[in-house]
């Protein structure tokens, strides 16, 4: 278990488990740990600091195959879920991988834009 479910299982109140984690958390920042150090620390979860890139790549490939084939709903649709595909796609090319974008991305991007029912 880690230090919060220690608590929580101790019989300690959600009120008084967040007061606690939000003590231990200035006493920490005020020594210098990072954010992402004291949340490993008090949840016991280990989470990157970024997303693998072979993890993004398995989302970004056959979303963008996808929509740039103009052969589904989604490349030519306007309704909500269409366009909030389209969105998450272009999020994953443009900067959910923390890099600088190339210019293969970029004309990903531009092919996108101009198959967007909006811009015909």
């Known amino acids: 278990m880690t230090t919060i479910q220690d608590l929580q299982a101790a019989g300690f109140s959600d009120a008084e488990v967040s007061d ?5 958390r200035n006493e920490m920042q005020g020594a210098g740990f990072s954010d992402k150090e004291i ?3 008090l949840t016991g979860i280990k989470l990157p600091e970024k997303l693998p890139k072979s993890f993004i790549d398995r989302i970004v490939d056959p979303l963008k195959a996808v929509l740039l084939s103009g052969q589904t709903p ?8 269409a366009r909030f ?3 998450v ?6 900067g959910y991988t923390g890099e600088p974008l190339g210019e293969e991305e970029k004309k990903n991007i531009r ?7 909006q811009r015909k």
């Not at 989604?74 to 879920?81: G, K, M, Q, T």
């Not at 796609?89 to 443009?94: D, I, R, S, V």
């Not at 092919?111 to 029912?117: A, D, H, I, N, R």
């Open 39 to 41: 949340d490993d620390h």
């Open 111 to 117: 092919l996108m834009v101009s198959l967007s029912p």
């Open 85 to 87: 595909v389209r969105g």
């Open 89 to 94: 796609g272009t999020g994953l090319t443009t």
């Open 74 to 81: 989604i490349a030519s649709s306007n309704d909500p879920l």
């Open 20 to 24: 606690w984690a939000t003590q231990k």
